[in-house]
């Protein structure tokens, strides 16, 4: 679980894991540098996880979300890893989804639909440990996640350049597959492209793409817009080095070095 000085938000991800009909995991939290009270929602979740939660940190200088991950990769024991956000609630039955979905040759893409300011803020502790937060999955918003997974459906039976994303607040894929690529290229700095050339590198090792887009959900809780992703040279720098003519499945820069 990515996350950097949103200690609010973390606190309600971390316990929608409470309620999860799967009990056998771990928690890895990939902290970008956080100086709020990120460790001491953290301490508090350790007191009250069934499982084993683990902090990896390392100090902030700009936006290195890649590099924390492949630190946080590295903290991880389970035989595959679910990636998510700090500000992504899990439905219950995420966790069993993709566990019973996983396959070595596989790249799990779940889904996530987005709620507004004054939902998220109308959400409660208590909303979040009884998984009553679950009534904000409304019939019009699961629609929506099904047009998604049609539409990933299609890009994937296409074999679509690029598609379907990946995104970083819900896929998961084998700790093998990420050896293999050297995880995250920590060459992206700065918000954007990181998953979709995992989702390449990964590709080519044969690691394909699979839609869980309208069954393995997350409510993705409003915040401020981040920083980064208004940085427009380093979103084109990014975005070319995604783009390279030359990409390698196994990343220099990566996990291991």
Sequence with gaps: MNTYNRANLLKLALFSYLGQTEKDFE???ADDGSTDNTSEVIDLFKKRGPF???HVWQEHKGHRRAAILNQGIKQCSGDYILFTDCDSLAMRNLVEIHKTSARKDRLLCGGYVRICKEV???ITEEDVLTGDFER?????????????HLKAQWQILIKKPRRPHNMGLNFS?????LSRVNGYDEYFEGWGSADGDLRERLRMIKVTPTSLYNTALVLHMWHPT???KLNKKKRTRNKKHARRSNINPYCSKGIKG
């Design 173 to 177: 894929v084998s700790a093998e597959a």
């Design 52 to 54: 084993q939660v683990k």
């Design 136 to 148: 904000f999955l409304t019939r019009r918003l699961k629609m929506t996640a099904f047009k998604k």
């Design 27 to 29: 928690i890895v939290i």
């Design 120 to 122: 998220t803020e109308a």
């Design 226 to 228: 981040e920083k980064t």
